[in-house]
């Protein structure tokens, strides 16, 4: 059975304080890994998506990176528009359907 | 830019109603998925149509919800009735992908409708 699980479930930085979220799964026949942001009472907005182990890809104070088990979302210098909740959401070969985790909530505070 | 549109944005009922939620996703996707998304939770699927057709309703509960994509673009999910457990945020998402499309492509949720049962 496909499991995603997110650490830490919550992360409260100083602005400037660089961290790391982590993503471990276990899906059979990884097709894709994707990262979203959401934010309170909105849907969630595309980040990124990692194909394959070694896999890395940048988006300004972002940048998330794929091993076989799992996946960190690194997060530079924040600045308090960073705050949100961050999903993660491995896609395995046996459907399109995205497995979601239950997320990270992030507040970068002044 | 195109956007995913969900109506209602809020929508509260009593327990024993119907409610109805529509969702127009972005021209020319052929994917589209309803999730349901407990506050603390990450969105869980609920049905997935490729153009007008049911992919997966596997997880959808079928004795009370029911969705349709008639013409294989603009879709409604329904409950009927109502619950206390169903009070949550519902996410309509759409992507590119379509029959003999090769690859994987990202999906783009809509705003959300938050339902509140009483």
């Known amino acids: 059975e496909d499991q995603v699980t997110q650490s830490p479930e919550a992360l409260r930085l100083q602005e400037g304080e660089s961290s790391s979220l982590n993503c471990s799964y276990t899906?059979?026949?990884?097709?894709?890994l994707f990262w979203y942001r959401q934010d309170p009472g909105k849907g969630p907005e595309f980040l990124f998506t990692?194909?394959?182990a070694g896999e890395e890809k940048e988006k300004e104070r972002l940048k998330a990176t794929l091993t076989k088990k799992e996946s960190f979302l690194h997060i530079t210098a924040p600045k308090p528009e960073d705050s949100a909740t961050y999903l993660c959401?491995?896609?395995?070969?046996?459907?399109?359907?995205?497995?979601f985790g239950k997320g990270t909530s992030l507040l970068v505070t002044p | 830019e195109a956007e995913v549109a969900q109506s209602p944005r809020y929508k509260i009922t009593e327990k024993s109603q119907a409610v109805a939620f529509w969702c127009d996703p972005i021209s020319g996707h052929a994917t589209l998925y309803w999730y349901r998304q407990i506050l603390g939770q990450g969105p869980e699927l609920l049905v997935q149509f490729q153009d007008e057709s049911v992919v997966d309703d596997s997880q959808l509960p079928k004795d009370r919800f029911s969705a349709e994509r008639l013409k294989g673009v603009d879709s409604t999910l329904k409950i009927q009735p109502a619950e206390l457990g169903d009070s949550a945020m519902y996410l309509c998402a759409s992507s590119l992908q379509g029959r003999g499309l090769a690859g994987f492509n990202e999906q783009f949720f809509g705003p959300g409708t938050r339902l509140t049962v009483l």
């Open positions: 959401a491995p896609n395995s070969n046996s459907g399109y359907a995205l497995n």
């Open positions: 990692l194909y394959s």
């Open positions: 899906v059979s026949g990884l097709r894709g």
